[in-house]
């Protein structure tokens, strides 16, 4: 397959900084190359996009495609996880747009040392997630209570085990999220996804990110721990990553 | 530098792509705004708002059964600001979009 025609009028994409020693590789949104734009000992990873594709006015239309959104997305995920296993990266959030390669190099120059002393601090850093699912209380007794003394009983059972599971939902993840944030060098308790967003019935209770060292295997192991000690309650555990340190990069440094 | 750095070959992933919750999650912020030259504010778009209003929802819900441990964290606090105020935007945004706002909040 023969490269994308430059686009005939051109907007930088930047999907995050690297040390201005890396090597670009492969190819970002569109299909069209990433490269390199360096400034002192930073630089930015960017490829060329169509301007008239995300410009203001389009880009507000094109956010709402849901199909474009998830291409989107996914092509700078993909394009931050191919340098992150090659180097550190301080990834950027969708849509980061420049009109030209100078703008880029005067984000890079106003912020360079922000950017440097954030990369230093990420080197080596990934970021894994760990969401915890409780799978509820105990379906209620089946069968016909025998007896009006029975049903009240019966009643009474359900109303305790569903307090018992409501206290136990509200320390249980919290516990949790100590015992990973413990495992780690940075923490960041996100907001549980509904249903609708993790596509799982269970009730999603923690959505945590965890920042740590690359090859640092405490965290998995702090989440086998916790299988053993929850798992029997209801719990299950999902470990997700590496992914980009996004949850771990100031709103402020990525030019916003 | 780190070109010597590895990935451990570890993916935790279930085979696959990850799953696009978990990506949009992260790749979209909290709802502030497109960086760079190109100034929108996501809080206008339609998708985004209903997926911020996904998780006002699910975070008022399980505020209803008494968890809400997660309120402390400074990094969410941080950012949109006032969560009601959001939410009434929200709710407006909601309103011009015809979308027929769901009941699950019509209470408060």
């Known amino acids: 397959m023969s490269e994308p025609a430059p686009p005939p009028s051109a907007a930088w994409y930047v999907y995050g900084v690297v040390s201005a020693t890396t090597q670009p590789e492969g190819t970002g949104i569109g299909a069209r190359p990433v490269e390199l734009v360096p400034e002192g000992d930073v630089a930015a990873l960017v490829s060329v996009v169509p301007a008239d594709e995300f410009g203001e006015a389009s880009l507000l239309e094109r956010l709402n495609d849901r199909s474009w959104l998830e291409r989107t997305a996914r092509e700078h995920e993909d394009t931050l996880e191919r340098a992150l296993a090659r180097t550190t990266v301080v990834p950027f959030r969708l849509c980061t747009v420049y009109e030209s390669r100078e703008h880029v190099v005067e984000f890079l120059s106003a912020h360079g040392p922000a950017l440097a002393g954030l990369l230093q601090r990420l080197e080596g850093r990934i970021e894994l997630g760990v969401k915890a699912y409780f799978a509820g209380a105990a379906a209620p007794e089946p069968d016909e209570p025998q007896s009006g003394r029975e049903y009240l009983l019966r009643r009474q059972r359900e109303r305790e085990a569903a307090e018992e599971a409501a206290r136990f939902k509200s320390e249980f993840a919290q516990a949790s999220h100590e015992v990973l944030a413990a495992a780690a060098e940075e923490a960041r308790a996100n907001p549980p996804q509904p249903p609708e967003l993790s596509g799982r019935a269970d009730e999603m209770l923690l959505n945590g990110a965890y920042l740590v060292r690359r090859d640092d295997g405490r965290l998995a192991e702090a989440v086998a721990e916790l299988e053993s000690r929850f798992g029997p309650r209801g719990v299950t555990y999902e470990l997700t990553g590496p992914w980009p340190p996004y949850n771990f990069v100031p709103p402020e440094v990525v030019g916003t | ?108």
């Open chain 2, 1 to 108: 530098m780190t070109q010597g750095d590895r990935l451990p070959d570890v993916r935790y992933r279930s085979g696959g792509p990850a799953q696009l919750a978990d990506v949009l999650e992260r790749v979209l912020d909290k709802g502030i705004v497109v960086a760079g030259d190109i100034r929108i504010n996501l809080l206008d778009i339609e998708l985004l708002t209903v997926r911020i209003r996904l998780l006002i929802a699910s975070a008022d819900k399980a505020k209803e059964m008494g968890i809400d441990w997660w309120e402390g964290d400074p990094f969410l606090k941080r950012g949109s600001g006032d969560g009601s105020a959001l939410e009434g935007r929200l709710r407006r945004l909601e309103a011009a979009a015809g979308l027929d706002g769901e009941d699950e909040r019509s209470e408060r």
